[in-house]
C-alpha cells in the first residue's frame, strides 16, 4: 500500500470545523446514521469507517479540501454513485479517511452541437447525461447496468464499458478532456474539445481509469454523436459460443459499423432471470444453450429490420442460429434487454456467487469458456457456471454460483481457489483479469502476479509524482 500518516499529523475531529467553514456544516456528514450510505459498496464485501462524509459543490471547493487534507495527511476516497464492485469507493476500517462525494458537483456546463461534444461536473448520473444529450439532438453511447445511479466522474475514474463498446469504445474513448483537482489542491484544467492536439503528453488518459488515486476528476468533455434514425434488436437462440462467434463474424460482415451491441448469455443466466425477476418471459418457444442480443442501429430510418431479418436468415441456412425474435416495438425491445440487464443481480437469489470480470481476445472466447467449465467441474462439482457479457469486445462476466443446496459461507469461502483456476485460464489466453470494474480493493494484491513488472514501477512512480504524501485512495489499486 503506497501512504503514510505520520501519528503526530493524523486526522481527527478538529478538521471538521475548518471542512465546515469551507462547504457548509449541512455538506460535513459526521454521525454514524448519516455516512452509512456511503461506506459499504454494493456487495456487501467491503464495509468501512470514515472521519467525516464531504459533499462539495465546486471544483474550488474540492480543490479547497485536497489542499487541506494533503497539509494534514488526512486520506482521501472519491466517490461517484457508489456503484462500483470492487470496493475502490469504500474507506478502509480505521475511521481516519474522509470520503468525498461528487453528487453535488452535477451540472451541465455546456453542450457544443458544432463540437459534437457535452461538458459535465463529475456528479452527473450517467442516465442524465444520456438524457441531455437526447434532448440536444444526440447520442451519449455509454451504457451501463447501473446508469440510473452511477456518476460521469465514476464512469471515467473507472474507465467504465458496458454494453455498446463494440461501436463506441470505453469511458476512455468517450472522453476529449477533463478538469481534476490533484492531490496538492492544485487544479489541473483540461477540458479541451480539440480531437487534434499534438503538445505533448495526453494527461487525461493518467486520470481516465486511475481509480481515483491520481486526482479527483471534477468535469469532463464528452463525445456526442448522432442520434441513431433506426434501431433493430433480436433476442438469438445459439448452439454454443462458438456459434456466437460465427455470428458475430457474419454480422460484421453484412452490417458492419451498424452493430452497437452484441451480448452473449448462457441458458442458466436467463432460467435465473426468469424465476427471479417479476414479469420476466422468455422471448423464445424452446430452450437453448446459449442466447445473442445483437442490436443494429444506422443513421438510415429505412432498411435496417430488413437488414437484420437478411442477417438471421443468412445466420440459419449456416446452422449458426436455432431461432430468433425481432423486437417489433420499444416495449419488446426494452423486455430483450431487461432479460440482459438482470442477469447479474438474479444470481444473488441462488446463494454465493463468485465473481470475474475478465476479458481474452473475442477468437479466443468459445475455447476459454469451455477450459474454464471443464475445470471447474473437476474442482468444485456442482457449481454452476454463469459466463456472460459483453462477446464483441472480448469481456466475459465469468461468474460462479454455488451448487444447489451447499453451504454459501463455505462455498465464499473457496473465492481464491476459484480465482486462481478461472485466472489462470484467462493467463493461458493473454487476458485481463479486470476488463471493465477496475482493480479496486478486490484484485489489488492479484495486480502484481498478472502486471508487467515495468508497468507496475511506471504506475508507482506515477502515483508518488502526483501523490507524494500518498493521500488519495489508499490501499486502491496499488
Not at 26 to 31: D, G, I, P, R, T
Not at 156 to 172: C, F, K, M, Q
Not at 331 to 349: G, I, N, P, T, V
Request: hydrophobic share 45%.
Amino acid at each position: 500500500m503506497i501512504g503514510f500518516f505520520p501519528d503526530e499529523r493524523a486526522p481527527g475531529p478538529a478538521l471538521l470545523d475548518r471542512f465546515e467553514a469551507m462547504i457548509g456544516a449541512s455538506h460535513v456528514l459526521a454521525s454514524a446514521a448519516d455516512m452509512a450510505p456511503y461506506l459499504v459498496e454494493p456487495r456487501d464485501l467491503y464495509q468501512g469507517r470514515a472521519l467525516c462524509v464531504l459533499r462539495p459543490g465546486s471544483t474550488q471547493e474540492v480543490a479547497a479540501i485536497l489542499r487541506l487534507c494533503n497539509e494534514t495527511y488526512t486520506p482521501v476516497v472519491p466517490q461517484g454513485g457508489n456503484t462500483g464492485l470492487v470496493g475502490g469507493q469504500t474507506p478502509d476500517e480505521t475511521g481516519r479517511a474522509i470520503v468525498i462525494s461528487l453528487q453535488r458537483m452535477r451540472a451541465l456546463r455546456e453542450i457544443d452541437l458544432a463540437s459534437n461534444t457535452m461538458t459535465v461536473e463529475a456528479g452527473m448520473v450517467l442516465a442524465t447525461a444520456q438524457a441531455e444529450a437526447e434532448r440536444a439532438g444526440r447520442l451519449f453511447p455509454l451504457s451501463l447496468a447501473s446508469e440510473g445511479s452511477c456518476t460521469i466522474g465514476g464512469n471515467l475514474a473507472s474507465n467504465g464499458g458496458g454494453t455498446s463498446v463494440i461501436a463506441y469504445g470505453n469511458a476512455r474513448d468517450l472522453t476529449l478532456g477533463i478538469e481534476a483537482v490533484l492531490a496538492d489542491g492544485r487544479i489541473y484544467r483540461g477540458l479541451s474539445k480539440l480531437k487534434k492536439d499534438n503538445t505533448g503528453y495526453d494527461l487525461k488518459d493518467l486520470f481516465v481509469g486511475s481509480e481515483g488515486t491520481l486526482g479527483i476528476i471534477t468535469a469532463a468533455v464528452l463525445k456526442l454523436f448522432p442520434r441513431p434514425a433506426a434501431v433493430a434488436t433480436a433476442f438469438i437462440a445459439l448452439p454454443s459460443p462458438a456459434a456466437a462467434l460465427a455470428l458475430l463474424d457474419l454480422a460484421r460482415e453484412r452490417c458492419g459499423g451498424e452493430i452497437t451491441a452484441f451480448e452473449l448469455a448462457p441458458r442458466i443466466g436467463l432460467e435465473f432471470v426468469l424465476a427471479h425477476c417479476e414479469g420476466a418471459r422468455d422471448p423464445l418457444a424452446q430452450a437453448a444453450p446459449w442466447y445473442a442480443l445483437l442490436e443494429l442501429s444506422s443513421q438510415s430510418a429505412d432498411g435496417l429490420d430488413e437488414r437484420l431479418l437478411q442477417l438471421l436468415e443468412n445466420a440459419a441456412d449456416r446452422a449458426l442460429i436455432r431461432d430468433a425474435a425481432v423486437a417489433a416495438s420499444l416495449d419488446q425491445r426494452k423486455a430483450f434487454w431487461r432479460l440482459r440487464d438482470e442477469l447479474s443481480d438474479a444470481q444473488r437469489h441462488e446463494g454465493g456467487s463468485i465473481k470475474h470480470d475478465v476479458s481474452v481476445p473475442v477468437a479466443d472466447i468459445a475455447r476459454f469458456l469451455t477450459e474454464v467449465e471443464a475445470a471447474l467441474a473437476a474442482a468444485a462439482p456442482g457449481a454452476r457456471l454463469v459466463a456472460f457479457g459483453h462477446l464483441g469486445d472480448g469481456n466475459i462476466h465469468c461468474n460462479v454460483s454455488q451448487p444447489v443446496g451447499a453451504d454459501k459461507a463455505a462455498f465464499l469461502a473457496r473465492w481464491d481457489e476459484i480465482n486462481t483456476i478461472v485466472h489462470g485460464v484467462v493467463a493461458r489466453y493473454g487476458g485481463s483479469i479486470s476488463a471493465e470494474h477496475g482493480i479496486g480493493q478486490l484484485k489489488r494484491d492479484l495486480l502484481p502476479s498478472v502486471k508487467d513488472p515495468v508497468a507496475l514501477d511506471l504506475m508507482r512512480a506515477l502515483k508518488a509524482t502526483l501523490d507524494p504524501n500518498g493521500i488519495l485512495n489508499p490501499g486502491k489499486l496499488l
